[in-house]
């Protein structure tokens, strides 16, 4: 079945440093693909998705393309924030109705001032 | 609009004692979702609906129970508590598919 499989972390950087968190996915067909982030003590947020082959998905700096060749859809940003310490959730649609994520284990991100 | 409120917010438990996990959406959403979030595992989709009436098992459904007899409500039952069955409790809603999910601040239960 459809599923994915996310950079482990933790993950510390400074900041104004250069963030990437590697997702890759296993799948059937193009299912829509996602990010979610979770702030300290909150339910996960939408951070920006991609739906077909080629998509990039952005949104709060962050990007992230769908490239169906590598089967990947990582998260980046050019310039981090203490702001953005986080749990980040790569996801994808099931594509059995009903809006099935499936989500990966999540990578924390530390921005150290 | 309050999106997805869960209550309650924090819970302990002993070990064969059962509760009821509430979730309330006010958007209207057709679709709602129950999952827990243990450490480094990610979320486990428990189960969901697609509409008042209907509800189907995900991943994990073993040891609880829900019920869908409104839009709004989707509430989650533990009726045996067990340890394996501390975690942290997330429900979702969201409009269509593919779409956003809603979350709830979450629900944290511990069974001892």
């Known amino acids: 079945g459809n599923s994915v499989t996310q950079m482990e972390g933790p993950v510390t950087l400074s900041e104004e440093a250069f963030l990437t968190i590697n997702c890759t996915y296993t799948?059937?067909?193009?299912?829509?693909l996602f990010w979610y982030v979770q702030y300290p003590g909150e339910g996960l947020q939408l951070l920006l998705k991609?739906?077909?082959?080629?998509d990039k998905g952005s949104n709060k700096g962050f990007e992230a393309t769908y490239r169906k060749e590598t089967t990947s859809f990582h998260l980046e940003k050019g310039s981090v924030q203490v702001s953005d310490s986080a749990v980040y959730f790569c996801?994808?649609?099931?594509?059995?109705?009903?809006?099935?994520?499936?989500f990966g284990t999540g990578t924390r991100l530390t921005v150290i001032p | 609009n309050a999106g997805v409120t869960q209550t309650p917010k924090f819970r302990i438990l002993k070990i064969g004692q059962s509760m009821t996990l509430q979730c309330t959406q006010d958007?209207?959403?057709?679709?709602m979702y129950w999952y827990r979030q243990d450490p480094g595992m990610g979320l486990k989709l428990i189960y969901y609906?697609?509409?008042?009436?209907?509800?189907d098992k995900g991943e994990v459904p073993n040891g609880y129970n829900v019920s869908r007899s409104t839009t709004e409500d989707f509430p989650l039952r533990l009726e045996l508590a067990a340890p394996s069955q501390t975690s942290v409790y997330f429900c979702?809603?969201?409009?269509?598919?593919?779409?956003?999910?809603?979350f709830g601040e979450g629900s944290r239960l511990t069974v001892l």
């Open positions: 609906s697609v509409g008042a009436g209907i509800t």
């Open positions: 958007m209207n959403h057709n679709y």
């Open positions: 991609a739906t077909k082959a080629d």
């Open positions: 979702a809603s969201s409009q269509n598919s593919p779409g956003e999910l809603f």
């Open positions: 996801a994808l649609d099931r594509q059995t109705g009903a809006n099935n994520l499936f």
């Open positions: 799948a059937t067909g193009y299912p829509s």
